[in-house]
């Protein structure tokens, strides 16, 4: 069970905090909810406890996990044959890749980034995947700013980095690269 104030990750949407723990009479039962409050976005939701295993909100990484996952995004993404570069083949991929987004594993959502920025480097990213590729770096980015205590934007620096990529971020620099 997790308590007052603790920083959480929500499966994709990012990190919240537990801004209070709220009694609620839900059909004649007393039920606990956890309220969240996302950091980088303004949304507020309530949470049953004990659904935040099934959910899959979980705790912050580590800082052992958060290199962790850096070394694995250093290694070469698994290989990709041009068929699967297709785009009837994206949707199937699609469908794989919000599979893994919506486990909220820091792992498997890393695993969804090194992909995508491998496909880069053979060809232009559909919106789709310009789309999922953002979203996948800024959730990496903003759990990796908050474990290590980086501003967002050197955050999003030192994932880039790790790729041979680095580029000051800005609204409109954070467009066109991506």
């Known amino acids: 069970m997790f308590r007052l104030n603790d920083k959480v990750v929500y499966p994709g949407h990012g990190v919240a905090k537990i801004n ?27 949470i049953p406890t004990q659904n ?14 958060i290199n962790d996952i850096v070394k694995m995004l250093a290694e070469p993404a698994k290989k990709i044959n041009s068929y699967e570069l297709t785009a009837t083949n994206w949707n199937k991929k699609n469908k794989e890749y919000q599979l893994k987004l919506r486990t ?15 496909i880069a480097q053979q060809k232009e990213l559909s ?8 979203q996948t770096e800024a959730l990496i980015a903003e759990e990796i700013s908050i474990v290590k205590k980086l501003e967002p934007e050197k955050a999003v620096e030192h994932l880039r980095s790790v790729f041979g990529y680095i580029d000051k971020v800005s609204p409109s620099n954070r467009q066109k690269s991506l």
Not at 54 to 59: A, M, N, Y
Request: aromatic share 8%; charged share 25%; no cysteine.
């Open 127 to 134: 919106f789709g995947e310009k789309n999922l590729l953002n």
């Open 104 to 118: 909220g594993d820091l792992q498997k959502i890393s695993e969804i980034y090194r992909d995508l920025k491998h």
């Open 52 to 65: 935040t295993e099934s959910i899959g909100i979980r705790p912050l990484s580590s800082q052992d996990e």
């Open 20 to 46: 209070q723990i709220v009694e609620k009479i839900i059909g004649g039962n007393q039920t606990l909810f956890y309220e969240l409050t996302f950091l980088n976005k303004e949304m507020t939701i309530l």
